[in-house]
């Protein structure tokens, strides 16, 4: 089975500009996660897709946004772009085995991650 | 607040030696535990994880982990480190029926002298 697949490794952009960063799950999985890692902060966790429904959102400002499609991949954009937002920035896939509306915690497999510079 | 905590920034073994990463986590809830390794310019790999069940839980390439409720800890072990094994690793926590929104440690980076 493919693993977690992100699109691209690398992007430079400038002050100002916007990005879309591309996640694709493992197959079968639902549950879609990203986080950005920083050295200065570590990972941290920005937001989880179910079933194309944002279930959880960390704390970062609204620039930040995802969206999930019907076959479970997922991009996030961030807006006007700062030079803090220079980061790896992760995708995790889950499986979510649960039924019945619970909500479900499991095991996150992780992509390679996408090298984002704001220059 | 949830919270995990890695005292070690960085620890350098001898190839050979023996090997302890230190986790605490502070969580009101069920914890899960897990523990990854990320190489440079890498995402995250699992090494082991706790959701229930004996606590002492067995990884890929030899590592383990012991859960230990009563010290909110949950070290990663290896008994005899290899070459490959310099990386940095995380520890993380999520909860039952939260989601998947995990809460990382800063990481303990490894390095390995022949």
């Known amino acids: 089975k493919a693993g977690v697949t992100q699109t691209p490794r690398y992007l430079i952009k400038t002050r100002g500009q916007q990005v879309t960063l591309s996640c694709s799950p493992i197959?079968?999985?639902?549950?879609v996660s990203w986080y950005q890692q920083t050295p200065g902060q570590g990972l941290q966790f920005l937001f989880e897709y179910f079933s194309e429904t944002q279930r959880n959102k960390g704390n970062f400002p609204g620039r930040f946004s995802g969206r999930q499609f019907s076959n479970s991949r997922s991009e996030m954009n961030v807006s006007t772009l700062e030079l803090g937002d220079s980061a790896l920035y992760l995708c995790?896939?889950?499986?979510?085995?649960?039924?019945?509306?619970?909500?479900?915690?499991?095991?996150?497999?992780f992509g390679p991650g996408t090298r984002l510079t704001v220059l | 607040a949830q919270s995990v905590t890695q005292p070690d920034i960085h620890i350098t073994v001898s190839e050979g030696a023996s090997l302890e990463l230190r986790c605490n986590y502070s969580y009101g809830a069920t914890p899960y535990l897990f523990w990854y390794v990320q190489s440079p310019g890498q995402g995250l790999q699992l090494l082991l994880k706790?959701?229930?069940?004996?606590?002492l839980v067995q990884g890929i390439k030899g590592f383990e982990a012991e859960f230990k409720r009563s010290q909110s800890s949950f070290n990663l072990r290896k008994p005899s480190v290899h070459w490959s094994d310099a990386a940095e690793y995380f520890c993380?926590?999520?909860?039952?029926?939260?989601?998947?929104?995990?809460?990382f440690g800063t990481g303990t980076s490894l390095t390995v002298i022949p």
């Open positions: 995790a896939s889950s499986l979510d085995r649960l039924a019945g509306g619970l909500i479900s915690t499991d095991t996150q497999y």
């Open positions: 993380a926590v999520g909860a039952q029926n939260t989601g998947n929104q995990f809460y």
């Open positions: 197959s079968g999985h639902r549950s």
């Open positions: 706790y959701f229930s069940g004996d606590t």
